[in-house]
């Protein structure tokens, strides 16, 4: 089911958001530093299952580089920041939007976001959104206990966007064969493992947006693949 990840995600946000409001003030910082950094490690291990078993290393290798370049020359990580910060400062007037505003941001601003919706749309277990659920719920109750109830109202967003994102990659399944979907899988394992680096160094090692053009280099260096067998290494 492609929307199971984006319900379970909004509604984990929303459990967050209630236990911030009862006991979030309880919770020590070592504990939430612990925990997010023990989730990188689980989001690390879905990277790597999602990649393997890896059948065109060089493509992989080729589209990561050169999306890497992509996306350093379009800025596409310092464009999303420069979004977030925008919208924030248009949208952030009254109490419940002091809350509302960065936790929607935060939520879904980012390549997890968008990589756990394209695995649940693709049909697999959504074991990314599922990860990612755990960290918004804590995340949410953290930022309830700082910013108020305005946080719950980022639930609501994060169900249309990742459903909106998981639908849309659940229709392309039928018109991508199994060797180009195994290809984009691949590419958005390795961008996964990375953004669980990210977590467990406790800062951005890797700007995983700038990486996001690799996927759709996968596809097409996949599709290259399929008419000419010699690129496909």
């Given at each position: 089911?492609?929307l ?6 909004a ?8 236990l911030?409001l009862l006991v979030?003030?309880?919770?020590g ?8 950094r023990a ?12 990649v393997w ?19 350093e020359r379009?800025h ?8 977030g ?9 009254g109490n ?7 936790a929607t941001l935060i939520f879904n601003?980012?390549?997890?976001a ?8 693709l049909?697999?277990?959504?074991t990314?959104?599922?990860t990612?659920?755990?960290l918004?719920?804590v ?8 910013l108020?109830?305005g946080?719950?109202g ?10 909106g994102?998981?639908?849309a990659a659940?229709?392309a ?9 195994a290809?984009?899988?691949a ?11 990210n977590?467990i ?13 690799a996927?759709g280099l996968?596809v ?6 399929r008419w ?6």
């Amino acid at each position: 089911m492609a929307l199971e990840g984006p319900v379970v995600n909004a509604l984990a946000i929303a459990a967050g958001v209630l236990l911030g409001l009862l006991v979030g003030s309880r919770l020590g910082e070592d504990f939430r530093d612990l925990a997010l950094r023990a989730m990188g490690l689980v989001v690390v291990v879905i990277g790597f299952k999602m990649v393997w078993p890896l059948t065109a290393p060089v493509n992989l290798l080729v589209s990561l580089v050169a999306g890497a370049w992509f996306g350093e020359r379009w800025h596409v990580s310092e464009g999303l920041e420069t979004l977030g910060n925008w919208a924030e400062r248009r949208l952030s007037r009254g109490n419940f939007s002091r809350g509302f505003v960065p936790a929607t941001l935060i939520f879904n601003v980012g390549a997890l976001a968008i990589l756990g919706s394209i695995q649940a749309g693709l049909g697999r277990i959504p074991t990314l959104l599922l990860t990612k659920s755990v960290l918004d719920g804590v995340t949410g109750m953290v930022l309830t206990t700082t910013l108020g109830w305005g946080v719950i109202g980022a639930a609501v967003v994060t169900l249309v966007y990742e459903g909106g994102v998981a639908l849309a990659a659940h229709a392309a399944v039928a018109a991508l064969p199994p060797s180009v979907l195994a290809a984009f899988s691949a590419e958005g394992g390795v961008l996964i493992a990375a953004l669980g680096v990210n977590f467990i160094a406790g800062r951005t090692m890797l700007r995983v947006p700038n990486l996001l053009p690799a996927l759709g280099l996968a596809v097409l260096l996949a599709w290259v693949g399929r008419w000419w067998p010699g690129a496909g290494l």
